[in-house]
């Protein structure tokens, strides 16, 4: 499928997650509402509101009776540091923790070192601040690496929760895909029904199995 081409000539893996033109609108878009969903697991860990969690917003900052939670904050250290502005801190006042998480949507090729380099990429603050990282990584087509399942567990994600942020993740992709493949004044226009259904074509959609949960793409072998 990485070999169709839109109305610019990029392939769909291309277009999924190597566009410069797309980085500061779709991409984020993209990343913004698998971090929203992450952040709502994390907050019921520490009290945060009911209204909060079923809103899913992202704030920058809040505070609730067993910790807080913040959304891209920086970190101040005595020293400066070259990583100091992570996707999500979670600081758990009952469990004595602090946690950091990185949300990458990658592609195949790079979803390993992706991985490994996020895992690494806090280690000046870990040393600082006793804090663990943690990574929230997985391909445009939700395929996921062999340590995922251990992230996902840490972070306290569900098998339903981790089924439906690939099927955003999916999703999503399909907007940015089908919004470069089609003319662009049926965009200007109107919006994409099929968006506002959750429409997405066949090679896109996620195996079902029965009537449990949306089966997980294989993970890929370090």
Known sequence: MGGTRGNNGKNVDHLATKWPKLLHLEYT???????????????????LPKEKIDAHKIESQVHV????????MTVKTRKTKEYNR???I????????????EIVISNQD???DTEKFKKQKYEDLIGDLKIRVIPYVMTWEGIVTKEHSKYVRDLGISDRTEAHEQRVVIQETDKIVMRDMKPREDY????????????????????????GPTWIPQPVSA
């Not at 878009?29 to 009290?47: C, P, T, W």
């Open 29 to 47: 878009k993209r990343h913004n509402e698998v971090a929203k969903r992450v952040q709502s697991v994390l907050g019921r860990q520490i009290g």
């Open 86 to 88: 992570p996707d999500i």
């Open 65 to 72: 009776k067993y910790g807080w939670i913040a959304y891209e």
């Open 110 to 112: 790079n979803l390993v």
């Open 188 to 211: 200007d226009s109107v919006e994409d029904p099929r968006a506002q259904t959750g429409w997405m074509p066949a090679w896109m959609a996620p195996v079902t199995i029965g009537n």
């Open 90 to 101: 979670l600081a758990d006042r009952r469990r004595n923790t602090i946690t950091i998480v």
